[in-house]
């Protein structure tokens, strides 16, 4: 079984900056790619960003300028740099990890880190 923990959350004011890190508990062969996620009270989870095994990198609108995904493959850990933070990214943020293997499909989340940004 793989565990995420994800580390970095906070209380942080609007204009400042934090980095969320999730590590997975051990090796993961076949990830197809690794991401965060984030639900704010009242919303459905919506993607922030993903990163590829190979490096591809996809972003949501709302967040494109302001935050970067980067991954350490040996580590399995993948992190995720917010900077110029807005009250409106305040939520609980999700890690996950895609991944193919024996032909099977596994999603596999971390527990969620809170994030709260103040104005």
């Known amino acids: 079984q793989v565990q995420l923990v994800e580390s970095g959350g906070g209380l942080v004011q609007a204009g400042g900056s934090l980095r969320l890190s999730c590590a997975a508990s051990r090796s993961i062969i076949g990830i197809n790619a690794m991401g965060w996620y984030r639900q704010a009270p009242g919303k459905q989870r919506e993607l922030v960003a993903t990163i590829t095994w190979y490096g591809n990198t996809n972003y949501a609108d709302s967040v494109k300028g302001r935050f970067t995904i980067s991954r350490d493959n040996a580590k399995n850990t993948v992190y995720l740099q917010m900077n110029s933070l807005k009250p409106e990214d305040t939520a609980v943020y999700y890690c996950?990890?895609?991944?193919?293997?024996?032909?099977?499909?596994?999603?596999?989340w971390g527990q969620g880190t809170q994030v709260t940004v103040s104005s």
């Open positions: 996950n990890v895609d991944r193919y293997y024996n032909g099977n499909r596994y999603d596999y």
